[in-house]
């Protein structure tokens, strides 16, 4: 089964009103081209699932957003995105801010295909107490009492994986995959975009193979990208691009961040995009960060 698609067929299989899971973490291995892609598009009142970096404030920014699940929304050296900051701080969106292992246990219900799964993170906090729609239960065996953290269930997840074959087998080349794994098993449809489309071959290298994370059953397309995490880091192809983010965050803060599209994204490629911010070779020579 071809699997491979253009970022645009890709993202038609989005609608107004979905619920979007955006794998990646913070500015790590994000799928921003399909980001912009859904810029680009018509869709809007999304309800967004993420570790969330640029993805998430770019698309409350472009108003496609209603509300956003987050454990974090976070440049790193922007502790708090810009984007996202403004839509949070006007009262644009909905939130239900939670704390990040709590998210984790979300995506694992829903992957799992269960309506919750009881934890003791949260339990006691404000985390809890600010949002009614967490619910405290009993323990059947025990004096305990449990947060039963609600299944994060998707419509639609973006992931940005390193390499895939045509047949949705994805490589995660990072040294960390973060949720993605989770992701893609999670939402009922799963868009990957890639660095690189290899043949299947390339899988039967037992080292390769352990980068592989979920099935291929759980891809729906695979769109070739070549630097389409740009700004956001593709460990170990690229790393994420400072000055770009720099320039998007002083744009979201001058009120200025409709410039920022039309000049990145209205009315532009993908290929366009890319060559305004130096090309592939520019993206590809960009350091990796060191922790």
Not at 7 to 35: N, Q, Y
Request: overall charge negative; hydrophobic content about 45%.
């Amino acid at each position: 089964m071809n699997k491979l698609q253009t970022a645009a067929e890709a993202i038609a299989s989005i609608k107004s009103g979905m619920t979007i899971g955006i794998g990646g973490w913070g500015p790590r291995r994000k799928p921003m081209a399909l980001v912009r892609e859904l810029m680009r598009s018509d869709v809007t009142d999304l309800t967004v699932v993420a570790y969330g970096g640029a993805d998430v404030g770019m698309l409350c920014a472009s108003g496609k957003v209603k509300k956003v699940i987050f454990a974090f929304v976070s440049l790193d050296f922007m502790p708090l995105e810009p984007g996202f900051r403004v839509a949070r701080q006007s009262g644009a969106i909905e939130v239900l801010e939670i704390d990040e292992g709590m998210m984790l246990q979300g995506l694992r219900a829903a992957s799992w295909r269960i309506p919750f799964i009881p934890t003791n993170v949260g339990l006691g906090t404000d985390v809890v107490a600010r949002n009614p729609e967490l619910k405290v239960i009993d323990s059947p065996y025990d004096d305990k009492e449990w947060v039963a953290m609600p299944a994060l269930n998707m419509d639609v997840a973006l992931i940005h994986a390193t390499r895939c074959d045509e047949r949705g087998v994805c490589e995660i080349a990072s040294p960390d995959v973060y949720m993605d794994d989770l992701f893609a098993r999670a939402a009922k449809h799963t868009i990957v975009s890639c660095d690189e489309v290899v043949p299947t071959e390339h899988f039967a290298d037992p080292a390769v193979a352990r980068s592989v994370f979920w099935e291929r059953c759980h891809t729906q397309s695979v769109v070739h990208i070549p630097g389409g995490a740009h700004p956001s880091s593709s460990d170990p192809l690229y790393g994420f691009d400072v000055k770009h983010f720099k320039a998007y965050g002083e744009a979201v803060g001058a009120g200025e961040f409709d410039a920022y599209v039309d000049a990145h994204v209205r009315g532009k490629t993908e290929q366009d995009y890319q060559a305004a911010v130096g090309g592939l070779d520019a993206i590809q020579a960009l350091p990796l960060p060191a922790y």
